[in-house]
Every structure is written in structure tokens, then in C-alpha cells.
T-cell receptor, first 114, second 116 residues
Framework: GAGVSQSPSNKVTEKGKDVELRCDPI?????LYWYRQSLGQGLEFLIY????????KSGLPSDRFSAERTGGSVSTLTIQRTQQEDSAVYLC????????????FGQGTRLTVV | AQKVTQAQTEISVVEKEDVTLDCVYE???????LFWYKQPPSGELVFLIR??????QNEISGRYSWNFQKSTSSFNFTITASQVVDSAVYFC?????????????FGKGTKLSVIP
């Protein structure tokens, strides 16, 4: 596609359930980033993938969060046993190289945990 | 520790007015980058500018201008002759490593509404 695509655009889930958020980066982009934007907060870095290198997971807030990137393309962010504080917009971005200034962002997935 | 403060939570202006968005940062690093991003209602984040800590020259790009003052740790953003399309949330961010890190420290954003 022409841009970074995220699905679903909105997700409402019950506390305790697991959710999967998907990101389709721009074709050919080797770097992929996940950020979280909580209500009234700035963005928090979650995880970074670059090519075949081991991802930088240092931003993941707890072990309930995990992410994978299959075949160097599509990425899935999984949140297990969701909590209300997980409610946020999850933004994915990709770039041709690992330069955040060159990154294109998707429109995000708005997650609401009830 | 790094911190970015955008004291203005929301601003409303009438179209064609000028508006300045404030950004104050804290870092102990001597080499760092500062950024501004725009987040329109559609949700995606759009990169606007990056400045490094050694370059205090003001920058102008069309109706946008940025004023970087190290003495006051500020990196303010001015939109001249605002337009409705400028309505968005604007984020200021800091890369304290000065190494082009993706682990930016973001402010909480300023929501700008431009009223026709």
C-alpha cells in the first residue's frame, strides 16, 4: 500500500482479554516502530525492529506486551490480560532506514479496555 | 532525566492569526536533537522539523518558523497566518542522545484549533 496501515482502527475489549494489533509497513521499509499515546500524554516508545536484528524491546511497559515481525514485514503487537491502563492509541511507523525523522506513521489503533 | 513540557494544552485562534506553540525541554546532555510533529485528526504523526543542539539558527519554512533558544531551553513553533488545515495536535520531542535515536521523549502535545 501507499502508507502504513494499521488494523483494526478501533478495538474495544474487556479487561483480562488478549488483543492483537496489526501493522502493515510501507513495502521495502526495514525499520518498524511501535509507540503508545495515552490520553493527554505524549507518545511513549514501545519497540523497534530493524531488518533481521534483534528488536529493541526496552520500551515495553510489562511482560504482558509482546511484538513480532514476520518476514521482515507485517508486525503484530500483542497485549495479554489487558488492563484499563492499556487504553490508548497505538501508533506504528516504518522507515526505509532506521531514522525516525524519515518514518511514516499509520493512523493508529484506538484500544479501549472496559 | 529528560523532559519536554508543552504548557499549552489547547489553543484556539481565528483563521489568519499568528500563533506560537511553546516547548521547554530539560536534558543534561550537551548534544541532542529537538523535533516538532503534527498529528492531524486522521491520527498519523507527521514529522515537521529536527534541530540539533549546536544549531541555534532560527528556521523558516513557508508559514512555519521555529525559534530555538538554548539559554532558556526552549524550542518554540510559530504558525503565521494560520489556516483551518493547521488544526491538529502538535508535539515537541527530544532525542537526548543526539544520535538520531527513535526513543524520543515527547511532550504531551498542544491541540490547536483554527476557527474559520
Amino acid at each position: 500500500g501507499a502508507g502504513v496501515s494499521q488494523s483494526p482502527s478501533n478495538k474495544v475489549t474487556e479487561k483480562g482479554k488478549d488483543v492483537e494489533l496489526r501493522c502493515d509497513p510501507i513495502s521495502g521499509h526495514t525499520a518498524l516502530y511501535w509507540y503508545r499515546q495515552s490520553l493527554g500524554q505524549g507518545l511513549e516508545f514501545l519497540i523497534y525492529f530493524q531488518g533481521n536484528s534483534a528488536p529493541d524491546k526496552s520500551g515495553l511497559p510489562s511482560d504482558r506486551f509482546s511484538a513480532e515481525r514476520t518476514g521482515g514485514s507485517v508486525s503484530t503487537l500483542t497485549i495479554q490480560r489487558t488492563q484499563q491502563e492499556d487504553s490508548a492509541v497505538y501508533l506504528c511507523a516504518s522507515s526505509l532506514r532506521g531514522a525516525i525523522t524519515e518514518a511514516f506513521f499509520g493512523q493508529g489503533t484506538r484500544l479501549t479496555v472496559v | 532525566a529528560q523532559k519536554v513540557t508543552q504548557a499549552q494544552t489547547e489553543i484556539s485562534v481565528v483563521e489568519k492569526e499568528d500563533v506560537t506553540l511553546d516547548c521547554v525541554y530539560e536534558t543534561r546532555d550537551t548534544t541532542y536533537y529537538l523535533f516538532w510533529y503534527k498529528q492531524p485528526p486522521s491520527g498519523e504523526l507527521v514529522f515537521l522539523i529536527r534541530r540539533n543542539s549546536f544549531d541555534e539558527q532560527n528556521e523558516i519554512s513557508g508559514r512555519y518558523s521555529w525559534n530555538f533558544q538554548k539559554s532558556t531551553s526552549s524550542f518554540n513553533f510559530t504558525i503565521t497566518a494560520s489556516q483551518v488545515v493547521d488544526s491538529a495536535v502538535y508535539f515537541c520531542a527530544l532525542d537526548p542522545s543526539g544520535a538520531g535515536s527513535y526513543q524520543l521523549t515527547f511532550g504531551k502535545g498542544t491541540k490547536l484549533s483554527v476557527i474559520p
